[in-house]
């Protein structure tokens, strides 16, 4: 993909959220998909980094990448009892602009902001990029801040692979970084006074409530779990009907039961978003297929009752078909309610914006367990998310730019 151009911001003027997204609207452009595909360490993300280090040196900013590959960029030395906002740049496959780079450019522009005014913070104030928060490449979602807080195993983060087979290691290693200090950073962690993420809002709700930003209260339980179904590899012409063990059809069971399942659980999601037959050929009865279900809820509990049964129909649309399935938990998060003190007083600046509740996942959510966070949301006019459609018009950025330095300059 093209370099990104780089809009000439000299300290002095301001640069505008919608016109630093303009600035990397041609990295990781999807041609086929729609939409951008950046993922952890590609080249795409690569880009985007080099373009996110040169907007930070370009502000003065002291740039540095942590030992699991998130990018910090201090306003002044960095120092304890620090106030931290960011997001990420990278996508799903085929996602939209905003999750992700908007806050990472509205915190740019909240610089600018700040700067603009004369504002000298009296805290430790820094800028966060988090390594491959989607996990679109290596399957774990906030894999970056996950590693910080400690909450994944470094030895199992680092064998994680792609679909080529590229470890994160390798991957890493080839981004000239060194996996080998992969896992908890106690020092990092300890400079963290709060961390605040801006976001573009992934539903309706600030739609609903005629408001351009609102404020996270709380983020569903949710995982991932890998299912691989096995069967026998055979002739789509030649085998009979009574002779097949195609484990497409224990898939298929899957994905109807889960779409049930989550139907009876007050709240709860469930989605098959991605399935995988081998070798995959039109006239060839798979001889398995790999699936992934993505399963939230409103709780722990309920969550588990949701996977909990959904695992029971697969096995039971396995045994169907003859054939075996295998079923991993490739990650998982409890209930994430953010801190209310800091929720409500960032609320009280803003002139008391609605508070929200969100089923995606956010490295804020992560750090939520360590630290005090808060998450501040950009209305989404389509309230569709993980797709092209995302949307957030320029008045709202700038509304979410004017927030953000907002919060800043009390926080900070
Ligand atoms: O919610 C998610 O799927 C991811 O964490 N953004
Ligand atoms: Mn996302
Ligand atoms: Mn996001
Ligand atoms: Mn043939």
Redesign the pocket.
Known sequence: SPHPTSSQTPSATKATATGLLAAIADVGSDRRRGGFSRHGYDHAELDLRAWFVEQARRRDLDVRTDRNGNIWAWWGRPGPDAVITGSHLDSVPGGGAF?GPLGVVSALAAVDELRAKGFTPRRPLALVVFAE???GRFGV??LGSRLLAGTIDPAKAAALRDPDGVSLGEAMTAAGLDPAGLGRDDEALSRIGCFVELHVEQGRGLIDQAAPVGVASSILA?GRWRFSFTGEGNHAGATPIADRRDPMLSAAGLVLAARRIAAEVEGARATVGRLVPNPGGTNVIASSVDLWL?ARAEDDARTRTVVDRIREAATEAAEAEGCAVRITEESYGDTVVFDSTLRDDLSAALGGVPALPTG???DAGVLAARVPTAMLFVRNPTGVSHAPAEHAEPEDCEAGVQALTTVLEKLA
């Open positions: 999750d928060e989607e996990g979602a906030c949710h993505d995606a996942g956010h």
